[in-house]
């Protein structure tokens, strides 16, 4: 593999050689984390059955990933804007390969808790950064063409995961779930390395903010152990008190620490965006319902229905084909109409392709009840996703400044971990399933049904939030300036890919000449060709 010539931040066009490597590496990294998340929510019944795990060592296998994620994701993605995004983005692919080979071969319950939690240190470097990467790579014209990229990709990658992994199960083990980690990422590290180029956020100077950072830190875990065992019951109520008391102090301390930082970790100006937040309360709300969702739905299907890991990861597969299909169309439409109605319409689609979940008959688990019931909902629910990630992701990173892309990326995904860990820690407690009642297709049955009625609620709930706090203007380009008297005109903003062009394909009509649309400098004068002399570039 060829070493790539150095780009310019923010210059790299989506459809250029360095611009497809951009997404490849990005969206393979953080399809590592994806991929895993999915993937081991199909697993779960067979780890239970051959490691002796209950409900509570099963929920761990998951929060426990989901708690190093959401407590170092704000210091990975300071990192990144600091030291380079490439940088940490290859450190952390490093940090993430080798706990899954520990994964993969844990030969207890407790020892794979431990490696999916070293798991999510390497998640928390490398999933910010890969979002960093793409804000802070592409011209600003194609970033919400981009972002949809990866979010279809990505989701992807996340709908693949239990099919993949179902059939891994089925013919091999579920320990190579962990080990299809080692050559994705060292794929990863090469394309990273050789052809990605390196950006970092020029006005973080100065010492690092150790003591933000720890703060931060104790504060995620703090809170987030507390919204985990809290809903359970399985610690000592004195003990989930105090992680929730000394988390919410730990992030009041991080708070007045961040306002009087010389070099802060997360600059205050971050938030006085009001857009931002409200992209991260809408992302809350939507991704604890979809938390939910993907914890039980596999589960529901194995336990209740009959199927095998590898018919109940297929299942999901038309979800794979929206989001391919539809997700980056979805950020170039949210960019030409405002982010306001998709996200209102997207999570409406998902609270109604949960309520029609509730229609799955119990051990019914052939091909006409999976077209009769299954397939209906899934359908819906994958037209909702598709329509709702990219312009949720795109506002949230739009929203702040670009030099923050790193920051604002690790706080949209923290809020998305902690919201999917609360709902995977509290759904079960709230909807009645425990004990043995993985075993058991009736009893879960009826827990599963009242949880698709809480987290439809939810989602129902993230559109509404959206309708009334997101406005339509977030992604529009900046106006271009008019040109005083007696100086050149500027060029014109870049269009937001009118040519159809949602990935990697061919457009469905040609795009304009770089010489016509990129080039800077006054228009031809009378008598001057509008065409680029032989030989030049594009500005």
Same mark, same amino acid.
């Given at each position: 593999?060829?070493?790539?010539?150095?780009?310019?931040?923010?210059?790299?066009?989506?459809?250029?050689?360095?611009?497809?490597?951009?997404?490849?590496?990005?969206?393979?990294?953080?399809?590592?984390?994806?991929?895993?998340?999915?993937?081991?929510?199909?697993?779960?019944?067979?780890?239970?059955?051959?490691?002796?795990?209950?409900?509570?060592?099963?929920?761990?296998?998951?929060?426990?990933?989901?708690?190093?994620?959401?407590?170092?994701?704000?210091?990975?993605?300071?990192?990144?804007?600091?030291?380079?995004?490439?940088?940490?983005?290859?450190?952390?692919?490093?940090?993430?390969?080798?706990?899954?080979?520990?994964?993969?071969?844990?030969?207890?319950?407790?020892?794979?808790?431990?490696?999916?939690?070293?798991?999510?240190?390497?998640?928390?470097?490398?999933?910010?950064?890969?979002?960093?990467?793409?804000?802070?790579?592409?011209?600003?014209?194609?970033?919400?063409?981009?972002?949809?990229?990866?979010?279809?990709?990505?989701?992807?990658?996340?709908?693949?995961?239990?099919?993949?992994?179902?059939?891994?199960?089925?013919?091999?083990?579920?320990?190579?779930?962990?080990?299809?980690?080692?050559?994705?990422?060292?794929?990863?590290?090469?394309?990273?390395?050789?052809?990605?180029?390196?950006?970092?956020?020029?006005?973080?100077?100065?010492?690092?903010?150790?003591?933000?950072?720890?703060?931060?830190?104790?504060?995620?875990?703090?809170?987030?152990?507390?919204?985990?065992?809290?809903?359970?019951?399985?610690?000592?109520?004195?003990?989930?008190?105090?992680?929730?008391?000394?988390?919410?102090?730990?992030?009041?301390?991080?708070?007045?620490?961040?306002?009087?930082?010389?070099?802060?970790?997360?600059?205050?100006?971050?938030?006085?965006?009001?857009?931002?937040?409200?992209?991260?309360?809408?992302?809350?709300?939507?991704?604890?319902?979809?938390?939910?969702?993907?914890?039980?739905?596999?589960?529901?299907?194995?336990?209740?229905?009959?199927?095998?890991?590898?018919?109940?990861?297929?299942?999901?597969?038309?979800?794979?084909?929206?989001?391919?299909?539809?997700?980056?169309?979805?950020?170039?439409?949210?960019?030409?109409?405002?982010?306001?109605?998709?996200?209102?319409?997207?999570?409406?689609?998902?609270?109604?392709?949960?309520?029609?979940?509730?229609?799955?008959?119990?051990?019914?688990?052939?091909?006409?009840?999976? /077209?009769?019931? &299954?397939?209906? @909902? #899934?359908?819906?629910?994958?037209?909702?996703? =598709?329509?709702?990630?990219? *312009? !949720?992701? %795109?506002?949230?990173?739009?929203?702040?400044?670009?030099?923050?892309?790193?920051? /604002?990326?690790? &706080?949209?995904? @923290? #809020?998305?971990?902690?919201?999917?860990?609360? =709902?995977?820690?509290?759904? *079960? !407690?709230? %909807?009645?399933?425990?004990?043995?009642?993985?075993?058991?297709?009736?009893?879960? /049955?009826?827990?599963?049904?009242? @949880?698709?009625?809480?987290?439809?609620?939810?989602? =129902?709930?993230?559109?509404?939030?959206?309708?009334?706090?997101?406005?339509?203007?977030?992604?529009?380009?900046?106006?271009?300036?008019?040109?005083?008297?007696?100086?050149?005109?500027?060029?014109?903003?870049?269009?937001?890919?009118?040519?159809?062009?949602?990935?990697?394909?061919?457009?469905?009509?040609?795009?304009?000449?770089?010489?016509?649309?990129?080039?800077?400098?006054?228009?031809?004068?009378?008598?001057?060709?509008?065409?680029?002399?032989?030989?030049?570039?594009?500005?």
């Amino acid at each position: 593999m060829e070493a790539h010539q150095e780009t310019a931040p923010g210059t790299v066009p989506f459809r250029s050689a360095t611009g497809r490597w951009v997404l490849v590496a990005t969206v393979l990294g953080s399809a590592m984390g994806f991929l895993d998340a999915t993937v081991v929510n199909v697993a779960l019944p067979v780890i239970g059955r051959e490691l002796g795990a209950g409900v509570s060592d099963l929920q761990w296998v998951l929060d426990s990933y989901l708690l190093t994620l959401a407590a170092l994701i704000l210091l990975g993605g300071s990192l990144a804007d600091r030291y380079g995004r490439r940088r940490v983005f290859t450190l952390g692919v490093v940090c993430f390969v080798v706990p899954s080979v520990l994964c993969a071969v844990a030969p207890t319950a407790g020892v794979l808790i431990v490696a999916r939690a070293l798991q999510g240190v390497g998640a928390a470097l490398l999933t910010p950064g890969s979002l960093a990467i793409i804000q802070s790579t592409y011209r600003s014209a194609d970033r919400p063409v981009a972002i949809g990229a990866w979010s279809a990709l990505t989701g992807v990658a996340s709908a693949l995961g239990p099919i993949v992994g179902g059939y891994l199960i089925d013919a091999f083990s579920w320990r190579w779930i962990f080990l299809i980690n080692v050559p994705i990422g060292l794929f990863v590290l090469a394309a990273t390395v050789h052809r990605v180029p390196e950006s970092r956020d020029p006005g973080a100077t100065g010492r690092l903010d150790l003591r933000g950072a720890a703060l931060a830190t104790a504060g995620l875990a703090g809170v987030t152990y507390a919204l985990i065992e809290g809903p359970r019951g399985q610690a000592a109520g004195w003990l989930t008190a105090t992680a929730l008391v000394l988390g919410v102090a730990a992030l009041g301390g991080f708070a007045r620490t961040e306002r009087r930082a010389p070099s802060p970790m997360l600059p205050p100006g971050v938030f006085t965006a009001r857009q931002f937040l409200s992209a991260n309360a809408v992302t809350f709300v939507v991704y604890a319902a979809l938390g939910g969702v993907f914890f039980l739905l596999v589960v529901f299907l194995q336990t209740s229905l009959g199927y095998t890991p590898l018919y109940a990861g297929a299942a999901s597969l038309p979800v794979t084909l929206l989001m391919l299909a539809l997700s980056s169309r979805a950020g170039a439409l949210a960019q030409r109409i405002g982010p306001r109605l998709p996200l209102t319409v997207g999570p409406l689609l998902l609270a109604a392709g949960m309520l029609l979940m509730l229609r799955i008959p119990v051990g019914e688990g052939g091909v006409g009840s999976y /077209a009769a019931y &299954v397939l209906p @909902a #899934v359908l819906v629910f994958g037209f909702g996703l =598709a329509t709702t990630v990219a *312009p !949720v992701t %795109a506002t949230a990173l739009a929203a702040a400044p670009s030099e923050h892309s790193g920051v /604002a990326s690790g &706080v949209n995904n @923290a #809020v998305s971990r902690v919201a999917q860990l609360t =709902a995977v820690a509290a759904l *079960p !407690v709230v %909807a009645g399933i425990g004990g043995s009642d993985f075993q058991d297709p009736r009893a879960f /049955a009826d827990g599963f049904r009242t @949880a698709m009625l809480i987290t439809a609620a939810l989602a =129902a709930a993230g559109g509404l939030l959206a309708f009334l706090t997101i406005r339509s203007d977030v992604l529009a380009p900046p106006p271009v300036p008019e040109a005083a008297a007696g100086e050149p005109h500027p060029a014109p903003a870049a269009e937001p890919c009118p040519y159809e062009c949602p990935l990697a394909g061919t457009p469905l009509r040609p795009a304009p000449s770089p010489s016509t649309t990129e080039r800077s400098g006054p228009p031809p004068g009378p008598g001057q060709s509008d065409s680029a002399p032989p030989g030049s570039a594009p500005s």
